[in-house]
């Protein structure tokens, strides 16, 4: 049996298969049957392969060495299916992006430093670029530190994440309908694009079970045609955030939705989308973000904890948005496909 150079990892909330696009087929419809059958999808449970029967769980990097000057690596994310044989680069992952910059430290891509190493990244999905900084003591990646994110157990060692810009980089602008406030069916809606393409939303305008999944779905179909995205169906974006009122001590209460599943927390650009919708006059949930003082970031409260966001302006544009996350190698070595 012929198996696949891979590694294994954590990255902030998320767990994925990292590869070198070099040891997976050229040929992308040949690449993403033999990820699926990697991956074990189609199955609810992924009993046959490395997926954890999960979105957050059923995820893909690639990772290859940069061409065009500017940045080091390039990095293409891809979002598998558990129970249907989907994949999708129809949107980036910023919790895997944590683990990219290691990887390529691992696979010899990026020279490490003494101390610390930055990797510039390039995201595929869209264009934009990323800066990982992390930990490199004698020149090799060290997972280990007292870093602590909600949704992951334990601690590990601090990776800061920049995005420079991912205003409007999968929708071609930061408000894809042209307005920062919409209205689907009744529900009043801010669809924005910093990284992510995400519909925010009250929880309480769309109310709770049963139904709520059916809603959420019928809401961003329709959002994703004003976003310009097509039919959406079927794909995990627009993603779909409900906002509330802080409850833990945070700015605001999220719940986020792939395509309509709870994510037990937020994705890392999908929280960036969501802060910045909601620091735009006039957004809706605006007026339940309970700002922090100036200079802080804004910790979006999920079902997991707490996700810290700082986001800078230029004007009414976004200059730069930064998180930290931890990651963590898990395993590296040889994956055997289902035949």
């Known amino acids: 049996m012929t198996g696949v150079r891979c590694m294994l990892m954590r990255g902030g909330t998320s767990k994925g298969a990292y590869f070198l696009a070099g040891d997976?087929?050229?040929?992308?419809?040949?690449?993403?049957?033999?990820?699926?059958?990697?991956?074990?999808?189609?199955?609810?449970?992924?009993?046959?392969?490395?997926?954890?029967?999960?979105?957050?769980?059923?995820?893909?990097?690639?990772?290859?060495k940069a061409t065009d000057a500017g940045h080091?690596?390039?990095?293409?994310?891809?979002?598998?299916?558990?129970?249907?044989?989907?994949?999708?680069?129809?949107?980036?992952?910023?919790?895997?992006?944590?683990?990219?910059?290691q990887f390529a430290v691992e696979r010899g891509l990026v020279a490490a430093g003494?101390?610390?190493?930055?990797?510039r990244v390039r995201l595929l999905n869209t264009g934009s670029i990323a800066v990982a900084t992390f930990a490199t003591?004698?020149?090799?990646?060290?997972?280990?530190?007292?870093?602590?994110?909600?949704?992951?157990?334990?601690?590990?060692?601090?990776?800061?994440?920049?995005?420079?810009?991912t205003?409007?980089?999968v929708c071609g602008s930061l408000l894809p309908t042209g307005h920062v406030r919409d209205d689907i069916g009744g529900i009043a809606v801010t669809c924005?694009?910093?990284?992510?393409?995400?519909?925010?939303?009250?929880?309480?305008?769309?109310?709770?079970?049963?139904?709520?999944?059916?809603?959420?779905?019928?809401?961003?179909?329709?959002?994703?045609?004003l976003m310009g995205l097509g039919d959406v169906r079927g794909s995990s974006v627009p993603k779909t955030t409900l906002v509330a009122a802080p409850r833990d001590g945070g700015a605001i209460a999220t719940r986020t939705f792939i395509p309509v599943k709870p994510h037990p927390s937020i994705g890392v650009l999908g929280g960036v989308s969501v802060v910045t919708a909601l620091l735009l006059d006039g957004a809706v949930g605006a007026e339940l973000l309970r700002k922090p003082p100036a200079g802080e970031p804004i910790e979006i409260e999920h079902p997991s904890g707490k996700l810290a966001v700082a986001i800078e302006f230029e004007g009414s544009r976004v200059r730069r948005s930064t998180v930290i996350r931890t990651a963590r190698k898990l395993f590296d070595g040889t994956v055997f496909p289902r035949s």
């Open 24 to 64: 997976l087929p050229a040929d992308p419809a040949a690449r993403d049957d033999l990820l699926l059958r990697i991956m074990g999808t189609p199955d609810p449970r992924q009993i046959d392969g490395l997926g954890g029967a999960q979105p957050v769980t059923s995820k893909v990097a690639i990772v290859s």
């Open 114 to 119: 003494p101390e610390r190493t930055t990797v």
């Open 137 to 165: 003591p004698g020149g090799e990646a060290d997972y280990r530190g007292g870093t602590a994110i909600s949704g992951v157990p334990g601690t590990a060692a601090p990776v800061e994440l920049d995005f420079t810009g």
């Open 192 to 225: 924005v694009d910093n990284g992510m393409p995400v519909v925010v939303a009250r929880a309480e305008d769309l109310g709770g079970e049963p139904g709520l999944g059916e809603r959420i779905d019928a809401l961003r179909i329709e959002a994703g045609k």
């Open 72 to 101: 080091d690596v390039d990095y293409l994310f891809l979002q598998l299916g558990v129970e249907e044989p989907t994949v999708s680069d129809r949107q980036t992952c910023g919790n895997l992006l944590a683990g990219v910059g």
């Open 167 to 169: 205003e409007g980089s």
